[in-house]
């Protein structure tokens, strides 16, 4: 998948503009600055001033620490307890990023390249490299980093337990030719190592597939919500409600299934590795 974008019909929710409102104002009366209490909160500046914009949502255990270090009386707390279920995620799809850091299980299925958390740098820009209108040299080295410092989920402690599926079709491709290939091909096989991650790869004669309609990604938030989130054509989608992603934890449930086990995908790797 590409970096995500926002869904182009998406609008902020009140909620949550209402609730970084509070903690803004809390903020201030305290007298501090957002750097002061993200400092004391330990985390980045960024997503302190993300919450109080309304742009992320304040998760409870955040929430239930800014009431404590302020002495609020728990109104933080009380009011993310009362926020509707559905309306419990922002719909700006690029908060997708921040779920997918924080991940504590990952499920990732893709039909053209590998998942990006698995390209390696040279594949990834050549990925980068095929989109069209094309990047300029300084957004294609954005796209990149941006890519890499993705990855960095897989080095977290503990980190996510993952399983990722993809089509055999996307071992032949020669994206950026026939050495970077090899090079990814090498990639994937030392992350079907890793005893946190699972690779299944669905080869080309299966006759029943359920997944023809596209890629997705689904993930358990630490709060143990589910979110599925879907991309096609410029288009980026982030489902939060349950009986969608009900529907897509089945799709992915039958189609993992259908694919080679893992240890199959391996030795499959290997043939590759040794035909390229």
Known sequence: MNQPKKNRNGKRGTTWDAIGAQVAMFRKYAGMTQQELADALCIGYEKLASIEQGRRPLQIALAIQ??????????LETAVNKVPKREKYPVFVQDFIDYEREALTLLWYENQVPPGLLQSEEY???????L???LDEEELDEWVAGRLDRQKVLERKPPPMATFLME???LHRPVGGRHVLRGQLQHLRECADLPFLGLQI???NRESH???DGPMVLLETPDHDHLAYIEGNRVSVLVDDPDEVSVFMQKYGMLRSQA?????SKRLLETRLGET
């Open 66 to 75: 800014i009431d404590q270090l302020l002495d609020t009386k728990r109104a």
């Open 124 to 130: 990834a820009r050549a990925v980068f490299t095929c």
């Open 132 to 134: 069209y209108p094309p």
């Open 168 to 170: 055999e079709s996307v």
């Open 202 to 204: 669905m080869p080309t």
């Open 210 to 212: 359920a997944a023809l």
């Open 260 to 264: 080679l086990t893992p240890e199959e």
